[in-house]
Nanobody, 115 residues
Framework: QVQLVESGGGLVQAGGSLRLSCAASGSTFSRNYMDWYRQAPGKQREFVAAILSSGDINYANSVKGRFTISRDNAKSTVYLQMSGLKPEDTAVYYC?????????WGQGTQVTVSS
């Protein structure tokens, strides 16, 4: 069983920055496929960014060039550095993990960007 705990959300003005963290426990973190999703009110959950155990990275087109995903295997933590935030980035951000044929979700952290 993997536990994921997100932190770092909050209220920020447009153009500002936030860094989200997701601490994982209960697995060999370095082998985990880690990614971030988000869900805005009234919308479906959508992919944001992923980082594989190999270090390969993928981003949604909507955040490319503004968001950076990274991982610290020694701390079993994945990060999402968000810059140039826009009101349309407002959502609950979820950490997601795939490992050993299973997938797990964190509880989510709210990010609100004011205009």
């Amino acid at each position: 069983q993997v536990q994921l705990v997100e932190s770092g959300g909050g209220l920020v003005q447009a153009g500002g920055s936030l860094r989200l963290s997701c601490a994982a426990s209960g697995s060999t973190f370095s082998r985990n496929y880690m990614d971030w999703y988000r869900q805005a009110p009234g919308k479906q959950r959508e992919f944001v960014a992923a980082i594989l155990s190999s270090g390969d990275i993928n981003y949604a087109n909507s955040v490319k060039g503004r968001f950076t995903i990274s991982r610290d295997n020694a701390k079993s933590t994945v990060y999402l550095q968000m810059s140039g935030l826009k009101p349309e980035d407002t959502a609950v951000y979820y950490c997601h993990c795939r490992t050993s044929g299973f997938e797990y979700w964190g509880q989510g952290t709210q990010v609100t960007v004011s205009s």
